[in-house]
């Protein structure tokens, strides 16, 4: 590392007074990919300087990092014949920086500015070492090393940014049918097209679990086993464990700053399981704290989108809000605000008819479930009680037969037949509930299939969960790392 090309960099500026300025201190990177995800940044506001030979000489120039050169055009510019890139060694021993921290200045190039960048407020380049950079407005980049604005690249396809995905669970049991329509579903549709992470929240399933950790510990990898079950492809979304990214906890304490106590205390979520848990008297604060540990989950990746049930519908809007009020008590746009996504019914209910689906209310269908099981639970379920006979017009809004039905048989037909029939009291919940089963067992069978094949690889799940926290502190460090800058706490 030159130190000295970094030096000549920042006293320029000065001397410059060029205002829009910035330097960020990180852990050393050493491509474009870390870069981006340790910025937290999209591709777009990264940018590479790239050291070109000619027969003309040594040139430079600066490419945004989801662009490619079109080197036809670059050289009709230069109006040269060769044009290539430097190799290491040169670009070394010529400037003194080391390909991968290359600085956006040195008095001996001539630049070149590809017009992109000046589509960006702002933008991320090289100081010359591995472990800072600098954010700078396009304009004063140009006056930095007077580049030449020129029109010389493309899109490149594979780094246009995917938007992120940040969702989760609490793992306090199997999951079952009511997280698939809620929130699984929807992340195995997006999983190809977003960048998606999601969570095993093991803190906050202790936060009313704390003498329990065995059964939180255990579920971590049950939770796994479902996901995967359900068509979550680990290669393609990052599974992680919420007590293996501590930033989790450093940006929660920040972001506290802007909740109330007010706030939470109006959280329609926090205040019904207040009341299941029978907390009223003596809530512990670590409960009551969670919806802000929750934002720190979403913020900590800066996710666009969050699928997740109706029920968790106040937590996002929290989130949101939280991020706003800290970009704008720091003047910053370091915080995303992301959006919820709703899965296909706003709530499943139990098959007892209770409105929520929950292990402590014995009322669930797993995904887990043998298809014994399965039928046992279709045949206990709660259809309309005023109707005795079958030949008794029944209801069928509410009913939860029904609600299945609408849920999981793709035979729109049958289901208008039978809640026709079942109106005038031509069907009995028999025919009803063994039509539901194929329907259900029809979808349920390849994820229960999955789901026991998953049983050996609970290891191996484990691990690609350990190795996912990694992947996702880095990117946490990166965030925190920005609120901290903007809180003047950075040292
Ligand atoms: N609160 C969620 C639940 O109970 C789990 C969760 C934790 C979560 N962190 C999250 C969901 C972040 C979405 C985003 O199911």
């Known amino acids: 590392m030159d130190i000295k090309n970094v030096e000549r960099l920042k006293s320029r500026v000065v001397e410059l007074n060029l205002k829009s300025a910035k330097y960020v201190t990180h852990a050393p990177i050493r491509s474009v990919d870390e870069y981006v995800k340790i910025m937290g940044i999209t591709y777009d506001h990264g940018l590479s300087t790239l050291i070109f030979k000619t027969e003309k000489g040594f040139i430079a120039l600066y490419r945004r990092d989801d662009r490619k050169l079109n080197s036809g055009k670059f050289k009709k510019v230069l109006n040269v014949k060769s044009l290539n890139l430097a190799s290491p060694e040169e670009v070394k021993s010529e400037f003194g920086f080391v390909v991968g921290s ?20 702002m933008i991320y380049g090289g100081t010359g070492i591995d472990t800072e950079d600098i954010q700078i407005a396009p304009k004063d980049l140009q006056q930095l090393s007077n580049a030449q604005v020129v029109d010389v690249t493309e899109p490149a396809e594979n780094r246009v940014n995917r938007k992120r995905i940040l969702t989760g669970d609490r793992p306090t049991g199997k999951l079952h049918i009511g997280h698939l329509i809620g929130s699984l579903n929807n992340r195995v549709m997006l999983q190809d097209e977003y960048e998606q992470f999601l969570i095993i929240a093991n803190i906050q399933a202790l936060t009313d679990n704390f003498d329990n950790p065995a059964k939180v510990r255990e579920n971590i990898v049950e939770v796994l086993c479902d996901y995967y079950a359900a068509g979550i492809d680990f290669s393609k979304s990052t599974v992680y464990i919420q007590s293996e990214v501590p930033e989790t906890h450093e940006i929660f304490i920040y972001l506290s700053n802007f909740a109330t106590v007010q706030q939470i205390s109006h959280n329609p979520t926090i205040k019904t ?65 992301p959006e919820a996504l709703f899965g296909a019914e706003s709530n499943v209910p139990g098959i007892d008819g209770n409105a929520k689906m929950g292990k402590s209310l014995g009322n669930g269908i797993y995904l887990s479930d043998s298809e014994e099981e399965l039928r046992k639970k279709i045949n206990k379920i709660y259809t309309d009680p005023n109707r ?104």
Not at 103 to 120: A, N, Q
Not at 421 to 436: I, P, Q, W
Request: aromatic share 8%; charged share 30%.
């Open 102 to 121: 290359v600085g956006v200045y040195h008095p001996k190039l001539t630049y070149y500015m590809d017009k992109s960048i000046f589509e960006k407020e």
């Open 273 to 337: 399981e207040m009341k299941q848990l029978k907390m009223e008297a003596s809530t512990p604060l670590g409960f009551y704290m969670y919806p802000i540990h929750q934002a720190a989950d979403i913020l900590l990746v800066n996710a666009d989108l969050v699928p997740v049930g109706k029920d968790q519908a106040p937590m996002v809007e929290d989130t949101r809000e939280l991020a706003r009020k800290f970009n704008k008590t720091y003047n910053c746009n370091i915080l995303n605000s």
């Open 388 to 491: 005795i006979r079958a030949t008794d017009p029944g209801k069928v809004e509410g009913n939860v037969a029904f609600v299945y039905h609408d849920l999981f048989n793709d035979n729109l037909d049958e289901v208008e037949d039978l809640k026709s029939r079942y109106k005038l009291g031509k069907v009995g919940d028999v025919e009803v509930k063994e039509k539901l089963f194929k329907a259900m067992n029809q979808k349920l069978a390849p994820i229960r299939e999955r789901r026991l094949s998953a049983e050996s690889r609970k290891a191996e799940f484990l691990d690609i969960a350990i190795e996912g926290s990694k992947k996702v502190r880095v990117i946490a460090r990166g965030i925190a790392d920005q609120m901290k800058e903007a809180m003047m706490i950075k040292f």
